[in-house]
């Protein structure tokens, strides 16, 4: 394993920046960052590594589905693991947190309720590439509060909203901004 990355300690957002490379507005209070204005963008990038998030919803009761504590984690910058309110839902669909947005339902729910911390430990696989092809699609694993999600999912085409493509080797993590106050703690990565 290599050594932990942090790209979010409590103290600092300098490891991060806008999609635009510009510094960001992120608030920080008590140790937590949340959401601000516009998605950002971990200034280290990785291939293959396991990822690990903290966040918490909002408590949003007048809202639903992807109006409700909605942001997003996108390894690789393309791959993005919905981060929504769904605690309670039954059958759980792709858009539900946990998926891989619009591909893939999560395997169950994990979900805690709002005002609860929560986690992601993701283990992502590169695609392997020769002669600038891919010869071998990435995959991932996600474990949400101790629980499997995804199971070694094929990540055989990047979801919507990213800043990159399937087609990379490596690449960095995006946090979303989706008009939510959803705040994160102790995210950090090592190469695997």
């Known amino acids: 394993m290599g050594k932990k990355v942090i790209l979010f300690d409590g103290t600092s957002t300098d490891a991060w920046t806008t999609r635009k490379g ?8 008590n140790g937590v960052m949340t959401v601000g204005h516009g998605d950002i963008v971990s200034k280290e990038k990785y291939a293959d ?5 903290e966040w ?10 992807q109006g409700k504590g ?14 929504l309110d769904s605690y ?8 539900d947190c946990g998926a891989l947005y619009s591909v893939y339902a999560p395997l169950t729910n994990a979900c805690r309720p709002a005002l609860e911390w929560q986690t992601y430990d993701i283990y992502l696989r590169a695609p392997v590439f020769e002669n600038g092809e891919i010869v071998k699609n990435g995959s991932m694993t996600v474990i949400q509060n101790g629980i499997c999600i995804q199971n070694n999912i094929d990540l055989y085409t990047n979801t919507p909203g990213g800043i990159t493509n399937h087609r990379v080797a490596e690449g960095p993590l ?11 703690r102790n995210v950090w990565f090592e190469r695997l």
């Open 22 to 29: 510009d510094p960001i507005d992120w608030k920080i209070e």
């Open 88 to 95: 309670g839902i039954e059958n759980p669909n792709n858009s």
């Open 49 to 53: 590594a396991h990822i690990h998030v």
């Open 56 to 65: 918490m919803e909002p408590d949003m009761p007048n809202e639903s589905g």
């Open 174 to 184: 995006l946090l979303q901004d989706h008009g939510n106050p959803v705040s994160f």
């Open 70 to 83: 909605n942001s997003g984690v996108y390894v690789h910058g393309c791959y993005e693991i919905q981060v």
